[in-house]
């Protein structure tokens, strides 16, 4: 399977835990995208990285998220001292960007589940 | 900020009938609106998008119309079938150069078809 990949899938952790997820990129593709989703809800945009380069954060991110993507492939979004607000799916996303104007679909991975309790 | 609206929350129709989903946008500098598709704890899938530059794509029984204009967008789906029930998202971005930025979602459209 060449699509997003996002590990781990499920995650129950205890508040005030820190949890980290991975995500694995659509191979080339140098853009990355972190969304969160929750029940009833669009996802709502995090962050995004074009090959290393953290480009623009949510104000809605907390300084208790963070994201990297050190070597502008796989990256990682670690949340300390977890709340049950944080409880969720976070999405990762992909997309080529070509260098010139031909659009560019965003591919989205399964998400990782995070439930706090 | 950019603020995106999708109506209705919840659509039931029988099969073969067609359902019609709109979205509308706030930032004029909008100019990429994709559709996805997410079935229940699977993955956001994008089943046709449209950019500002043309007024309505087709693809088999799913079109998509943009009126720049009124800053409104729609999904239809014709002769809907059962594997038609899932959640449909429209989202909206700024795509330039071929770089697409951040795409911001409506709440979701919860489609039921009935067999």
């Known amino acids: 399977d060449t699509g997003v990949s996002q590990n781990p899938r499920h995650k129950i952790t205890k508040r005030g835990q820190n949890v980290t997820f991975r995500c694995d990129p659509i191979?080339?593709?140098?853009?990355l995208y972190w969304y969160r989703q929750t029940l009833g809800q669009g996802p709502e945009f995090l962050t995004y990285f074009q090959n290393e380069a953290q480009l623009e954060k949510s104000r809605l991110l907390s300084d208790r998220f963070s994201a990297e993507r050190p070597k502008g492939s796989f990256s990682t979004l670690e949340i300390q001292r977890t709340e049950q607000g944080d409880s969720a799916m976070y999405l990762c996303?992909?997309?080529?960007?070509?260098?010139?104007?031909?659009?560019?679909?965003?591919?989205f991975g399964e998400g990782s589940w995070l439930t706090v309790v | 900020g950019e603020n995106v609206e999708q109506h209705p929350s919840t659509l039931s129709v029988q099969e073969g009938d067609s359902a019609v989903i709109k979205c509308t946008y706030s930032d004029s500098a909008s100019n990429y609106f994709p559709w996805y598709k997410q079935e229940l704890g699977k993955r956001p899938q994008l089943i046709i998008d449209i950019r500002s530059n043309v007024g309505e794509k087709k693809d088999q029984r799913i079109a998509v119309t943009l009126n720049k204009t009124a800053k409104h967008f729609s999904l239809h789906i014709t002769e809907t079938q059962p594997e038609d029930s899932a959640v449909y998202f429209c989202?909206?971005?700024?795509?330039?150069?071929?770089?697409?930025?951040?795409?911001?979602f409506g709440t979701g459209t919860l489609l039921a078809v009935q067999p």
């Open positions: 191979s080339e593709h140098n853009r």
């Open positions: 989202a909206a971005s700024t795509n330039y150069g071929g770089a697409t930025n951040k795409l911001i």
């Open positions: 996303a992909s997309s080529l960007v070509p260098g010139q104007f031909s659009g560019n679909t965003i591919y």
